[in-house]
């Protein structure tokens, strides 16, 4: 990655974008007819899937009930031809392990579990492409397949990524830009709250820019809840036409 210039001198990127701005998103709900929900997104050149089951009774051991709230079960995976590296093992492996906890934390904080004990409620999210800005779009996407299975949330859970590059923080970050190194942060955001759901940074940031690049990034997550807000409504405006409201 030597020599690559992520941001030139006129303040533009590798794909030509300005330093704040997103990835075009595009997604629909409703996508398998056989789930609770389902939901199916691309942020950039990153596609993923969502599907979500429940609430549902806990499956297996009794014993994992909660009486209190339900239980959020999380599971991640991405396709073999996702990336230009082949893998043996898709799913089950250490990243996709650490990715299904981050996303069940995320969802833990977002769902109101208090309203279905004893319950178990399952969301499965695959990355069919990946390129930069995995674990946003995998949010982004179970955010919506939640809410098309009706499961209630506090709020929309929105995620963006941000880095940090000659002093610039950039959001949503491509393949080419997180390849590059450097410190990046992963944020999930309640946007009607601003409360954190998930912060992750996996480099070293001088505490001088940690706050220009968490706004960064926060403002990405609410331009991304304007898109999945948008798509929400949509689909409700789709589904009331269908059902002859």
Do not use: W
Request: proline share 3%; glycine share 8%.
């Amino acid at each position: 990655m030597a020599g690559l210039e992520l941001l030139s001198d006129q303040g533009y990127r590798v794909d030509g974008r300005r330093a704040g701005e997103l990835r075009k998103i595009q997604a629909r709900m409703g996508v398998f007819a056989q789930a609770d929900g389902s939901a199916y997104i691309e942020q950039g050149n990153t596609k993923a899937l969502a599907v979500v089951y429940g609430p549902h009774e806990i499956r297996g051991s009794r014993a994992r009930a909660l009486p209190d709230r339900a239980l959020v079960n999380c599971q991640y995976s991405s396709a073999t031809f996702s990336t230009g590296e082949r893998k043996r093992r898709p799913h089950g492996d250490r990243k996709s392990c650490e990715m299904g906890l981050q996303l069940r934390q995320t969802f833990e904080a977002a769902i109101l579990t208090q309203l279905h004990p004893r319950s178990q409620i399952d969301i499965y999210v695959q990355v069919l492409q990946a390129d930069g800005g995995t674990y946003a779009a995998c949010v982004n996407a179970a955010t919506l397949a939640v809410l098309d299975a009706g499961i209630p949330m506090r709020d929309f859970v929105c995620a963006c990524s941000a880095g940090f590059v000659d002093g610039t923080a950039l959001a949503d970050l491509s393949h080419v830009e997180e390849a590059a190194g450097g410190p990046q942060l992963a944020l999930a955001l309640l946007p009607a709250s601003g409360q954190i759901a998930l912060l992750e940074m996996d480099a070293r940031l001088h505490e001088d820019h940690l706050e220009q690049v968490l706004e960064a990034a926060a403002r990405a997550a609410r331009d991304a809840h304007t898109v999945l807000d948008r798509v929400v409504r949509q689909h409700v405006q789709e589904a009331s036409v269908l059902l002859g409201d």
